[in-house]
């Protein structure tokens, strides 16, 4: 794959990344409090597919997470948060990306999250998810609530056949998929059902062409991608583009190294972190996509990331195949 290595400015990054979480007192960390457990996650998957986790204090981390966790098994974006099925995934991959998924209790976060629910009681008569107690719909929290009970290997936990179907009645004719059935076909959206998908063994029900042509159609000149037509391009979505493409088999259908090319100028290079176009504000969320989006592209110097578990290969690979 094209790209130098002295292209990405990954020494930069990593820099920027753990001084993200020292600046709690600035204005952009106060209003992103709610936020942190998946901000953790964001940086975290960066620094380690960069090869950098280790610059990080691993135990003031894990007992950072484990006291965003309720008594029900999930947990809140921070500390004294509500729990929400989308921060307890971003606790659980981080504890993953540091093996330390055995401080968790996972009949405990299976069967107890989120109060008085638990992730299957989270499941809807239709096969959705909602993602807490409040009964917010969208196949977000359902590839969610699948991802996390995956990698807890509790997956037979909920009714996998129901929320197959679901997933499926959420497609478009366009090939796509929306947060709920007859929703608009989105990238991010597509991301999560494809995904949901393939962590259930049922990547049969797309059409693999006719997604695939959709999908491909999100690069624009620039060689970056969007997420609906006629939409500017963003980092973000050489993650939930591309990550989908891979999935079916269809990711040979885009210029990779146009958006290479896209994600490469999209860097601050002189302070680190990646934004959503070139000459933007950087984030943690972009620098993480975009570094994703690089590893998903084979790019050298960064790990191979899974693109339905969203974790390095390396750290599936732990989970599932390793003798405890």
Not at 121 to 132: A, K, P, T, W
Not at 221 to 232: A, Q, T, V, W
Request: hydrophobic fraction near 40%; charge should be negative.
């Amino acid at each position: 794959m094209g790209g130098k290595i002295g292209d990405l400015e990954a020494e930069k990054h990593v820099r920027y990344i753990v001084s993200v979480e020292k600046r709690r007192d600035d204005f952009e960390s106060v209003v992103t409090e709610h936020l942190r457990m998946n901000g953790a996650y964001w940086g975290l998957t960066a620094l380690d597919l960069l090869g950098k986790l280790e610059v990080v204090d691993q135990d003031e981390v894990v007992s950072w997470i484990m006291e965003c966790q309720h008594e029900s098994g999930g947990f809140g974006g921070n500390v004294g948060h509500d729990p929400h099925v989308v921060h307890t995934l971003s606790a659980v991959q981080v504890l993953a990306l540091f093996d330390k998924l055995n401080v968790l209790d996972a009949d405990k976060v299976s069967n107890c999250i989120l109060g008085t629910y638990n992730i299957a009681g989270l499941q809807n008569e239709d096969g959705s998810f909602s993602g807490d107690t409040w009964g917010e719909i969208d196949t977000r929290f359902t590839y969610i609530a699948i991802c996390c009970l995956s990698i807890l290997q509790c997956l037979g936990r909920i009714n996998v056949e129901k929320a197959v179907n679901y997933v499926v009645s959420c497609k478009n004719v366009d090939g796509g998929f929306g947060c709920t059935p007859g929703a608009e076909s989105h990238a991010g959206q597509i991301f999560c059902c494809v995904g949901a998908l393939a962590l259930m063994g049922s990547l049969h029900h797309v059409d693999k062409d006719l997604l695939g042509w959709w999908l491909c159609e999100r690069q624009v000149k620039s060689g970056g991608l969007n997420g609906r037509p006629e939409k500017l391009p963003d980092v973000c979505y050489s993650w939930w583009v591309l990550s989908s493409l891979i999935m079916i088999d269809r990711a040979h259908w885009i210029d990779k190294n146009k958006l290479i090319k896209f994600i490469i100028d999209c860097q601050d290079r002189e302070n680190g972190g990646i934004s959503d176009r070139p000459d933007d504000a950087v984030d943690v969320f972009h620098t993480y996509f975009g570094v994703a989006g690089l590893s998903l592209l084979e790019y050298p110097g960064v790990k191979p990331i899974d693109p339905a578990y969203a974790l390095p290969v390396d750290v599936v690979n732990r989970i599932f195949f390793s003798r405890r």
